[in-house]
């Protein structure tokens, strides 16, 4: 879907132009100083064992560099009122919906336990008018400088898309034009398919579950990755899973009910045959009798005309 850009497009950019340069957050200050609990908790969560993140030389892992800045449940107290302007004419404008879309970090030197956080933000960028699959809007781009005992330590570039979410491909004509009867069940949410999982999903298409595997160190992963967590080498290539595994956690979803999903259901991780973890529902097996460690084989749903998904029938052999 393309467009041609207005000139009060072009005038409702140069108004959230004038956000770029404003502060977002100011003389902003951690609310713990760097220590080995966090750091540990993150890398147990990361499932991170590289040896520079603990004894007596410790560094925090350099990814860590926002969990430092973060207000937790109460906030901060130092933020800007820009950022809260700037979505406010977002909304006027219908864009009402918001997703974070990446992040860029650069490390200038290692955090240590001990150190004090501090950091200032800055609305750094808001682009033109852009059109994406989600809906049109524009792209916010917030810069933080972070400093370690007041050395600058590393920035944050933080990017959301702050969009009117596009109508929805299966309703004709305009919204108002809906018909107040028999709602078409909404689908199922599409798989966000980029160039790191695309050998994923075309594995998935023949009916294949492809796992990546490094061909430095030959370390099975998944999801998909663009290089290795053990070695970091950006080749790879990839083993079929035989299907086998086990359930080695679940969940039983039953509220809130998501449209195009009938709650009670059970998604599971499942531990491959291989030894990587895959998230995926489970069939053949009422929900309340999914148990940690039921064997599972692999099948393929057929979910809708354009989406297919792994999924794990219960009771295997
Ligand atoms: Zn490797």
């Known amino acids: 879907m393309t467009r041609t850009l207005t000139p009060s497009d072009e005038r409702f950019h140069a108004l959230l132009r004038t956000f770029e340069g404003r502060p977002a957050a100011t003389a902003g200050r951690a609310k713990d100083v760097v220590n080995e609990p966090m750091i540990r908790h993150w890398c147990e969560a990361m499932g991170d064992s590289n040896p520079n993140y603990t004894g007596p030389d410790a560094i925090a892992p350099p990814t860590m560099l926002q969990a430092w800045t973060m207000g937790g449940l109460s906030g901060h107290t130092d933020r800007s009122s820009a950022y809260d302007e700037l979505f406010e004419l977002l909304d006027g404008a219908g864009c009402t919906s918001v997703v974070a879309t990446d ?3 650069e490390y200038l030197r290692p955090l240590r336990p001990g150190d ?3 950091f200032d933000a800055v609305i750094e960028s808001v682009s033109p008018r852009k059109t994406t699959k989600l809906g049109t809007g524009h792209f916010v781009t917030t810069r933080m400088d972070v400093r370690a005992n007041g050395e600058p ?3 944050h570039r933080f990017r959301i898309l702050k969009y009117a979410p596009a109508a929805r491909p299966q309703t004709a004509g305009p919204e108002t034009a809906r018909p107040q009867t028999a709602p078409q069940r909404p689908r199922r949410p599409r ?3 980029n160039r790191d ?4 999903w075309d594995g998935v298409r023949e009916h294949r579950l492809l796992i990546q595997r490094c061909t430095a160190c030959r370390t099975l992963r998944f999801p998909w990755l663009p290089g290795c967590n ?3 080498s950006p080749e790879w290539d990839t083993v079929e899973a035989s299907g086998a595994g086990t359930v ?3 969940v039983v979803m039953h509220h809130p009910p998501f449209p195009a999903f009938d709650p009670p259901y059970a998604v599971a991780l499942v531990e491959l045959a291989e030894g990587v973890r895959i998230i995926g529902n489970i069939t053949g097996v009422p929900y309340d009798k999914v148990r940690i460690g039921l064997p599972v084989h692999l099948e393929f749903l057929r ?7 792994p999924v794990f029938r219960g009771g295997a052999g």
């Open 116 to 118: 004090t956080v501090t």
């Open 248 to 250: 080695y956690s679940y």
């Open 303 to 309: 979910v809708d005309d354009t989406l297919e998904l």
């Open 191 to 193: 798989p966000v398919i």
């Open 230 to 232: 053990a070695c970091s």
């Open 197 to 200: 999982n695309q050998g994923f």
């Open 103 to 105: 992040c860029e970090q």
């Open 153 to 155: 330590a590393g920035t």
